[in-house]
């Protein structure tokens, strides 16, 4: 059985010598080797089941593949990375630009959290990167742009931490209904007030969800067996779980509802979503959660609403401005309505920790590390936030002659053409090929090849004028 190697574009590559067995130097750029490997990935992200008897189209000297891991990247990645046998280097903390710079010469992988900024400038000295993973929801920290056109795929984890977000939201609707969040904070400043004026049982309400995608429709299967009724709003039609209903405008849900939760994305569509138009077309007395994003709701309107009593009581986890770090920040400089918005009765606010559990970090940490792994063993960009989303089906155990082309390149007129005739001596079994702006990723499985076919091909791509990165995996 062939081992399976890659090749990437390498400074190295005359120094391929096909004549010794397993000899590409090519690190990503340098040789691969396979290692024993669990088959299939994340129970969160796995696009195509895998194969029983899928190949690990692995580097063949796994140790070969240097991964800087930064910022304390959750153990559940780290150990992800080490099975695969790659050289896996842990820091707890970001690293100052300078010394950034000179980690990330040598590595192939990056993992960062959200401190690590990956600038033009660094990259420009990552010489040997192919892919970076970043270990939580955003991606602003990174330049995805000189990224895609230098051919280094982004990976991050948007949806691990949903039903920490619902479980939040779950949490809120109950202590709403009950005002126990001020009761706690009265019984705090050592007042006993014991009420059941306007206090509900949330059994037999209504909960509208605006946005019923990875957080809504969670929290709608969560809600109901709560014996809530759910209705939702979306700009797409979807299947409702369980018993909950689809509403066709948000001036529907706004007037059944009796608590209204946001879990939209922040779009130019969704600013400022519930203004002051949609608190008078809401029920009185109804409650709002936003767990969104800070734009979607006009906390201004907001605040008159709860004064005049219409909204009963409201949560907020997200704002307009947010600080960068803890502190002392969360006052009228950052948001010019800070002190009024603080003052309300039965609101509660947090700070933007719907997605923060422990679960969800460990969450964070199979998905983007098994992302890395695909990405470097197969090649696949599902899931990538920077390059085309391209795959193929795994290669067998049964197509030990078969090599893997990637070819990353220039979106130009007659590239394809080019690459067909490179690739058209050769038996190519399936290909798939999809572009994103100016960066264009190919992906084309080969039979029969030999080592010296695979560098006749992978040196042919290279000399093309688009080319950004040849890998050839095997
Ligand atoms: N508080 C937190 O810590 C936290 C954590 C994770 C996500 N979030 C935020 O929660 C929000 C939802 O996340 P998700 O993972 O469920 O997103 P998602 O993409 O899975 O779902 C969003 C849904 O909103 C719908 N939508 C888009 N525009 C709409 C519009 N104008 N009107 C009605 N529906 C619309 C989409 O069709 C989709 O079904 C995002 O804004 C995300 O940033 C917050």
Redesign the pocket.
Same mark, same amino acid.
């Given at each position: 059985m062939a081992s399976a190697r890659d090749i990437k574009s390498s400074k190295d590559v005359s120094s391929l010598n096909t004549s010794q067995n397993l000899g590409f130097s090519t690190s990503p750029n340098a040789s691969f080797q396979s290692a024993p490997s669990s088959q299939g990935g994340s129970v969160f992200a796995t696009p195509i089941v895998p194969l029983a008897n899928a190949k690990h189209l692995k580097p063949f000297a796994t140790e070969d593949i240097k991964v800087l891991l930064l910022e304390n990247v959750n153990q559940t990645g780290r150990e992800i990375l080490s099975k695969q046998g790659y050289q896996v280097e842990f820091l707890k903390s970001s690293l100052p630009e300078d010394q950034l710079i000179e980690k990330i010469r040598d590595v192939h992988v990056i993992g960062i959290r959200s401190k690590t900024k990956l600038t033009a400038r660094v990259l420009k000295e990552a010489r040997n990167l192919i892919v970076i993973g970043c270990f939580c $929801?955003g991606t602003n920290q990174v330049d995805l742009q000189y990224a895609a056109e230098h051919g280094i795929a982004v990976f991050n984890s948007?949806?691990s931490?949903?039903r920490s977000?619902a479980e939040l939201v779950i949490g809120e609707i109950i202590a709403l209904a009950r005002q126990f969040g001020d009761r706690s904070n009265e019984m705090h400043s050592g007042t006993w007030n014991k009420v059941s004026n306007k206090c509900w049982e949330i059994r037999g309400k209504t909960l509208g969800i $605006?946005?019923? =995608? #990875? $957080?809504?429709s969670q929290l709608s299967v969560l809600a109901e067996a709560m014996g809530m009724s759910v209705i939702f709003?979306?700009?797409?039609n *979807?299947m409702a779980l369980g018993t909950a209903r689809q509403v066709p405008t *948000?001036k529907d849900l706004l007037a059944e509802s009796d608590f209204i939760t946001c879990?939209?994305?922040? *779009?130019p569509?969704?600013k400022n979503?519930i203004g002051q138009a949609q608190f008078d077309q809401m029920k009185d007395g109804s409650y709002l959660i936003n767990?969104?994003?800070g734009s979607v709701v006009d906390i201004p309107a907001l605040i008159h609403a709860m004064r005049s009593g219409k909204v009963a009581g409201a949560a907020l986890?997200?704002y307009p401005n947010e600080p960068a770090g803890n502190g002392d920040y969360f006052n009228n400089t950052l948001n010019t309505w800070g002190t009024d918005l603080r003052a309300l009765k039965n609101l509660i606010i947090t700070p #933007? $920790? =719907?997605?923060?559990t422990e679960e969800a970090q460990r969450a964070i940490g199979v998905e983007v590390a098994d992302a890395l792994v695909r990405y470097v063993n197969e090649g696949s960009t599902l899931g990538a936030v920077n390059l085309p989303e391209v795959t193929l089906r795994s290669l067998t155990m049964d197509e030990p002659d078969h090599a893997r082309v990637i070819y990353i390149h220039h979106n130009v007129p007659g590239v394809l053409r080019k690459v067909n005739e490179i690739l058209g001596d050769h038996n190519v079994d399936k290909q798939m090929t999809d572009s994103r702006g100016d960066v264009a990723y190919l992906m084309a499985d080969i039979s029969n090849v030999d080592n010296l076919t695979i560098k006749d091909l992978y040196e042919r791509l290279e000399s093309l004028s688009s080319r950004i990165m040849t890998r050839v995996l095997y």
């Open positions: $929801i948007p949806f931490n949903s977000v $605006i946005g019923y =995608g #990875h $957080i809504g709003y979306d700009v797409v *979807l *948000l879990h939209v994305p922040e *779009l569509e969704t979503m767990a969104s994003r986890d997200v #933007h $920790i =719907g997605g923060s």
